[in-house]
């Protein structure tokens, strides 16, 4: 199994992408893999754009960061975000990203202009994931969903996984676990139908 | 057992094991996190490390000094432009020395992700004439902690380590080691050391001065330094600190055919640098920050172009390194997949929603309409964010502090209205002493302390200002008639205005206190600021 995995979070300081992060994290330490995972704090984190890159590798991980056109996947929180790390996905790389828009600059595009350039990329998977975290009852599980849309692209186990978010949110009680592996589900099960 | 941890809280770990007493510091990104660390560590609380924020930077080094002087190893901890605060200690507690163990630890922030300069710490290292240690990655943070505690006790100087966002802010499997214990109380062997006077301090700075050489010759032989052999002499590298991921990432596996210096400690090691240059056509040089060794390495004139790197144009002068500009410089092709989209727009950072700053700035330029005088002079942290729009409501925003002592001199100049915006943290780090200056002179000015109960940019962290303001303000002989305290929300628009208003009116200084705690502080902490209500100006 290929192993090597670039992965680019995006999203608007405070939307929560260092949670996706921290479950990859898990899932990789789990799978006796090599991690490494950049952050942003400070300035961008009141409202401005944020990114993480996470890197898990059986081989020795060296920067920090992951080089232009190498990222395999771009997991984002919104769609604006989303297209900004474009630069760094690799030929045929995977776009997954929640359609909801975080609309805190005055002259925000045209939400149709943001889909049409998504979908002119071949393996995008676009979807309402707060709508779909906010039926099963928990609208903080978007994240969740989304990090399911993208699990069967990335080369960890299914079972990695729910342990990682079981150990998460252990401290939160079982039932935002249950309701988190719920969302984290569900967002499989939908980007099973997209990509097949 | 491997833990993941950013290279901050690796670093922080280092400390812990090194055995330290107490690390002191104020917070500031992108090196925030090694305090908290130890804050939040259970072994650094069972073992009584002293790990509250200090008031500045400044405070924090001489606080550590006290405890290396008591014989204890000590750690400070500061972004970048924080060491030019406490430059006056650091500068002189190399030519004193060390008693206990002390290390500095500096983060810089090339490309200026959260600061207003990429002033590269290695300079004030080199300045004070000190030992420099520049971790490459996670686990070098730790170990490099580690040893930096035994280099400064073997050497009786302070050592730096410097560290960049990147590494600070990045997450790796850590394997920890020992712990070392913490020394007792045992104070200086010579009566002098720390009795800076010229008598004393002449025989302290020809210490330093001798010690040049043993320095030299300990960096030479430092396992943080290495030199890979390589087959391809056209080109030899020296890559410091987190440059050399950046380069070996450029690399399937690591495979590299050129020689590589991987330089982590200073001063410059001399051998390895001559068997490079002797042996090679080219010198690469890949540093992050400013051209700190290609300068060093260079000739002056730059008619000798056998060393390239950001001095020659090869690396971009300016901005952080990555792996793309480094893949660039060795010629490279970058294959990317598509540019950036057009339809893609900045979203710069911006003041929470519910953030009492907001309605502060709505005040300050309804006043704006009034008068076509007014400056605001602001200062370092969130509400610096009035600079951009929607706000636009600041004019000027240098460091910390800058605010009521820009106003005084451009009120002195004949400005008028001349505002200052300074958060309650960042009047207690720099803000009090020119309130002083201004207060001797009665100045026209009106100083307006934007008091969010928190050091808010930085993650909320306790103000030293919390509860203390109008007693401050009232000590340092401000005219009680003239301090005023507003609450800024919409509701009080109106009313705050005419506040200011009169204020402004007033000739001489007068100070406001924008009282609305920030969004982001914990439920606890804005408990706790209830127990301030009952400070009143009366
Ligand atoms: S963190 Fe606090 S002070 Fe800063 S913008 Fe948000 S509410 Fe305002």
């Known amino acids: 199994m290929r192993t090597k995995t670039n992965i680019i979070l995006a999203g608007v300081g405070g939307q929560g992408i260092l949670t996706i992060a921290a479950i990859l994290d898990t899932a990789a330490l789990d799978n006796n893999l090599n991690v490494k995972q950049s952050e942003v704090h400070g300035m961008s984190q009141r409202g401005g754009a944020v990114q993480s890159h996470v890197r898990i590798s059986d081989k020795p991980i060296y920067s920090d960061l992951i080089p232009q056109g190498k990222a395999d996947m771009i997991i984002s929180v919104e769609p604006m975000e989303l297209l900004r790390y474009l630069p760094f996905l690799k030929k045929d790389g995977y776009l997954i990203t929640d359609s909801n828009p975080f609309e805190n600059i005055s002259n925000y595009p045209e939400l149709e202009t943001l889909y049409n350039e998504i979908k002119s990329h071949k393996n995008h998977i676009l979807i309402n994931a707060m709508k779909i975290a906010k039926d099963l009852g928990n609208s903080k599980a978007t994240n969740m969903v989304l990090l399911g849309a993208a699990s069967s692209l990335i080369p960890l186990s299914d079972e990695s996984f729910q342990k990682a978010i079981a150990t998460l949110f252990e401290r939160k009680g079982e039932r935002i676990v249950a309701k988190n592996l719920e969302a984290y589900l569900k967002g499989k099960e939908i980007a099973a139908e997209i990509v097949s | ?538």
């Open chain 2, 1 to 538: 057992m491997k833990k993941l941890l950013l290279g901050n809280e690796a670093l922080a770990q280092g400390a812990i094991d090194a055995g330290i007493s107490g690390v002191y510091a104020y917070p500031g990104t992108p090196s925030t996190e090694i305090t908290e660390y130890i804050q939040k560590s259970k072994i650094a609380q069972e073992s009584n490390i002293h790990s509250s924020w200090s008031v500045n930077e400044k405070t924090a080094m001489e606080a550590a000094l006290g405890m290396s002087y008591a014989g204890k190893k000590s750690m400070v901890v500061m972004k970048h432009v924080g060491l030019n605060v406490a430059a006056d200690v650091f500068m002189n507690m190399s030519v004193s020395g060390i008693n206990g163990g002390l290390v500095v630890v500096v983060a810089d922030d090339p490309s200026m992700h959260s600061s207003q300069n990429e002033q590269d710490s290695r300079y004030y290292g080199k300045f004070a004439m000190i030992p420099i240690l520049e971790p490459s990655n996670q686990q070098e943070c730790y170990e490099i902690t580690k040893y930096a505690f035994e280099l400064s006790e073997e050497l009786g100087l302070p050592v730096l380590i410097r560290m960049v966002t990147r590494l600070s802010h990045s997450r790796a499997g850590v394997i920890t080691g020992e712990k070392v214990a913490q020394n007792n109380i045992h104070l200086p062997k010579l009566s002098t050391q720390f009795q800076l006077i010229p008598m004393h301090a002449r025989g302290r700075y020809q210490n330093l001065v001798d010690l040049q050489p043993d320095m030299l010759k300990i960096s030479e032989n430092s396992d943080f330094n290495t030199f890979h052999q390589g087959t391809n002499k056209t080109i030899g590298i020296i890559a410091s600190g987190i440059a050399y991921n950046y380069l070996m990432e450029n690399f399937e596996d690591g495979e590299c055919p050129y020689p590589i210096l991987k330089i982590s400690q200073y001063p410059l090691p001399k051998n390895p640098i001559k068997q490079l240059f002797d042996t090679c056509e080219k010198i690469l040089v890949l540093e992050d920050g400013y051209p700190f060794i290609e300068e060093a390495i260079s000739d002056f004139l730059g008619e000798n172009r056998k060393i390239i790197g950001r001095l020659s144009g090869d690396i971009p002068r300016v901005g952080e390194l990555n792996p793309d500009n480094i893949a660039n410089a060795l010629g490279f092709d970058i294959v990317l997949n598509g540019d950036l989209p057009k339809v893609v727009l900045g979203r710069p950072p911006q003041l929470c929603v519910g953030c009492g700053h907001n309605d502060l700035f709505d005040a300050i330029n309804v006043l704006k309409k009034e008068t076509e005088n007014q400056q605001v002079f602001g200062d370092i942290g969130c509400s610096a964010l009035g600079v951009l729009s929607p706000y636009k409501s600041i004019n000027t925003l240098i460091e910390m502090g800058a605010s009521i002592t820009m106003a005084k001199g451009a009120s002195d100049a004949g400005i008028h209205p001349a505002i200052a915006v300074i958060g309650d943290s960042t009047f207690t780090h720099s803000g009090m002493t020119g309130l002083l200056d201004a207060i001797i002179e009665n100045t026209p000015i009106t100083v307006i302390i934007s008091d969010n109960s928190a050091i808010a940019m930085t993650g909320a962290q306790d103000s030293a200002a919390s509860g203390r303001l109008i007693s401050i303000c009232k000590g340092l002989g401000l005219d009680e008639d003239h301090l005023k305290v507003i609450t800024p929300l919409h509701k009080n628009l109106q009313e705050n205005i005419d506040i200011i208003r009169e204020e402004i009116n007033h000739k001489g200084v007068s100070v406001i206190i924008a009282q609305r705690p920030c969004v982001q502080l914990p439920k606890e902490k804005k408990d706790k600021l209830k127990e301030y209500k009952n400070v009143s100006i009366n």
